[in-house]
């Protein structure tokens, strides 16, 4: 585990002064009574403000929705899942064996999570500025420019915009199924839309209903869109 750490460390390019502090932001709560979950929940303040900074300075003018927008996009589960991957994190977590077995080193959540706890055992080794230095380097290759700020607008609410616009119904989201064990479900929603003198149906899936109602935002989107050209 220390050499894991050790070559941790050079991946984030910061040396710990307090290296149990790294090893506790790798341990999920199925390994040990002391997990990572109250540094994820430091790490997840530090993170929204380091890129609330960098979204604030990167667009001059543009107003807060679409701030809060590239925000959310930045610090999204599925964002920090591949920052995640990119630092290896699944080789050096620290999981039970049941939560092993059932994949969790692949979890996406629990990989989001433990890359937020290390932001918090960054800002509690080495401060804020540490801390906002290890967000800056894992966003180097990421622009943020006007275009972020479009792409970063939920199926949601771009969907809701669309109808509002054209003074329509707004949608409706129903689960229609859930399948899976309790830890690892799959949702499965239809979004209804009474729009262009019908009504129209389109579904989505997702590991969360959430995840779910916006892949069903989007192709319900996508479906209007195309009937109008």
């Known amino acids: 585990m220390n050499e894991l750490l ?3 460390q050079q991946r984030l390019h910061y040396r710990f002064q307090d290296a149990r502090l790294l090893a506790r932001a790798l341990t999920h709560r199925s390994f040990s009574a002391s997990h990572n979950e109250r540094l994820e929940f430091l790490g997840d303040a ?4 380091a890129v609330a900074h960098r979204a604030f300075e990167a667009l001059q ?15 999204r589960e599925e964002s920090l899942h591949g920052l995640a991957l990119r630092l290896g994190l699944p080789e050096a977590l620290q999981l039970g064996e049941g939560e092993r077995r059932a994949g969790g080193r692949e979890r996406a959540s629990i990989l ?3 890359l937020e706890a290390i932001i918090g055992a960054v800002y509690l080794d080495g401060g804020y500025p ?3 230095a290890l967000v800056g380097r894992l966003l180097e290759g990421v622009a943020i420019t006007p275009s972020l700020a479009a792409a970063a607008k939920d199926a949601k609410t771009a969907l809701q915009e669309w109808l509002q616009a054209r003074r329509m119904a707004l949608p409706r989201y129903e689960v229609v199924a859930i399948t899976g064990a309790e830890h690892q479900q799959t949702f499965d929603v239809r979004c209804t839309v009474e729009a262009l003198g019908r ?3 389109a579904q989505g899936q997702g590991t969360s209903r959430r995840a779910a109602e916006q892949t069903a935002a ?5 479906q ?6």
């Open 112 to 114: 989001a999570d433990a």
């Open 224 to 229: 209007l869109t195309e009937s109008v050209l």
């Open 130 to 132: 540490a801390a906002q």
């Open 61 to 75: 003018g543009y107003p807060e929705g679409d701030l809060s927008r590239v925000r959310a996009q930045l610090v």
């Open 199 to 201: 009504r129209s149906h």
């Open 218 to 222: 989007a192709t319900m989107l996508t």
């Open 46 to 49: 530090v993170l929204n403000l």
């Open 6 to 8: 050790a070559d941790l």
